[in-house]
């Protein structure tokens, strides 16, 4: 492996939310964070309903411990960057976006000690993951995000320069981080196959997604947005967890695993979402 995969999934965040706010404003953010309807409705799926129903889930399959618990800290745990590379593609809505990334974020940051208590096998507790959180947020999200707003205020003609190169950088990084975790991820879905893990893990998914989808209102981009934010849990935060929370065990590759069936699911959703949109549009 020529580089760590967090770095590398940094620095694609990093370039995506520089982009998105080359392309946005700050006015365009905040009317989102107005719409308290929807904003109610992603607080409730990502808190309540999908939490609960990974419950159901691991009470409903004979899964191991681990398993146990790395699904449930999944489903606790939202706002994964790595839905970015595909909400970012629903150019109308980038404001939209931005905000999903950055609200669900900060609801990991709530979330993430709430999962750690719950778990009577945490071998240790500490303030090291919502720090790790809290630190990511501000470097990579909200930091890039406000100098792309900067940029596009003070000099819109080299903002609009900047978003076609960063838009490919970003494509590229994601691309070799795909790459680079394929081993791993290879290793940990070939370690945990059996007695229903995988199927667990899928279910949570595309019920999330399902979720995602008919939270999302009437405006198809959004509920696009929705479904994939929603159903893409934060595996970077559960990996962390496995490995200050839960050492010398197998819990770290059940958000590997997610990983492995999360992106190429997505990918299928879009590529189907914009068949059909391209159908509803000849169509009318």
């Not at 995988?198 to 929705?226: T, Y």
Request: aromatic share 8%; with cysteine; charged share 10%.
């Amino acid at each position: 492996m020529l580089i760590r995969p967090v770095p590398l999934l940094n620095f694609f965040v990093a370039v995506v939310m520089l982009s998105i706010g080359l392309r946005t404003s700050g006015g365009e953010l905040l009317n989102i964070v107005r719409d308290r309807a929807l904003l109610a409705r992603i607080l409730l799926a990502n808190c309540i309903l999908i939490p609960a129903l990974g419950l159901l889930l691991v009470h409903t399959f004979p899964l191991t411990p681990d398993a146990t618990i790395g699904i449930v800290l999944l489903a606790a745990i939202p706002g994964t960057p790595i839905a970015l590379q595909f909400t970012r593609m629903a150019k109308t809505r980038l404001a939209f976006t931005a905000t999903m990334t950055f609200v669900l974020s900060l609801v990991s940051i709530a979330m993430t000690p709430l999962a750690i208590e719950t778990m009577p096998q945490v071998e240790q507790r500490n303030e090291r993951p919502v720090l790790f959180l809290i630190v990511n947020i501000a470097l990579y999200i909200s930091l890039p995000l406000c100098a792309g707003l900067w940029v596009a205020r003070r000099v819109p003609t080299v903002a609009s320069r900047l978003v076609l190169p960063l838009g490919i950088l970003a494509t590229v990084v994601f691309l070799f981080l795909m790459w680079e975790t394929r081993l791993m991820r290879r290793e940990a879905f070939h370690a945990i196959s059996g007695s229903g893990t995988v199927l667990a893990m899928f279910l949570l998914l595309l019920l999330s997604m399902l979720i995602g989808w008919f939270i999302g209102g009437p405006d198809r981009e959004i509920r696009r947005i929705v479904a994939t934010s929603t159903g893409m849990r934060n595996v970077i935060v559960v990996l962390y967890l496995a490995r200050y929370c839960f050492a010398d065990t197998n819990v770290y590759m059940i958000p590997i695993v997610y990983l492995s069936l999360m992106v190429p699911t997505n990918l299928l959703f879009h590529l189907a979402f914009a068949g059909w949109s391209k159908l509803s549009s000849a169509s009318n």
